[in-house]
């Protein structure tokens, strides 16, 4: 496996955000941008269902560790996967590219609505260790997203990643050329400081 855990994804977080949120105003979910270590470089969430299993849950690690899981298995295999997290949602990640060869990361989205029936939602609830009331509510607070929006929006996804893994090799292609005219500069300094002393 080709990775590249020295080069960390430094870009704008705001952009990357404002990226993220175009998605996920398409689909009212979750999404996360990890690097290859499994720090989170930048987390979406405008699910009311998500936001309560991963901030009021007892169990709100397997959000989290889960998602992780399948993202790692996108940046070893450099390919996407996708799976049904505990919480019932259909996850899509895909890994984020440096120059189409070395992956640097992987960004993962939930694409499909929450379960609508409650014996699904209230066996997810005891999964969780949460009030299957709560959950219950958060569904019913989260629209559904109809199957043509979902069908467009699992394309959106891939050109995303797409998008991100250009703007990653971008600022990375800046950095090493301004980090290479510092170094001519300072090379230039040093040696207009050693004619001086002759």
Known sequence: MEQTGQLKINSEKELISS?????????NTHGVIYDVNGSVINEINASSYCKTL????????LCQSYSWELSKSAIHFKRPFED????????????IY??????IGAHCVAISNPRRSKFCIYDIAAHFNIDAHILWDA??????????????ARGQVFSTTELLSKIFTHTYALQQREAAIAEKYHC???FFKSQKKD
């Open 84 to 95: 049904v997290c505990p919480g019932g949602l259909t996850l899509l990640s895909m890994p």
């Open 19 to 27: 990226i993220q949120i175009y998605l996920m105003d398409i689909l």
């Open 139 to 152: 569904v019913k607070k989260t629209p559904p997203i109809l199957k043509p929006i979902l069908k467009i």
């Open 188 to 190: 230039i300094e040093e």
């Open 98 to 103: 440096l120059y189409d060869n070395t992956v």
């Open 54 to 61: 991963r901030f009021v849950s007892e169990r709100k690690d």
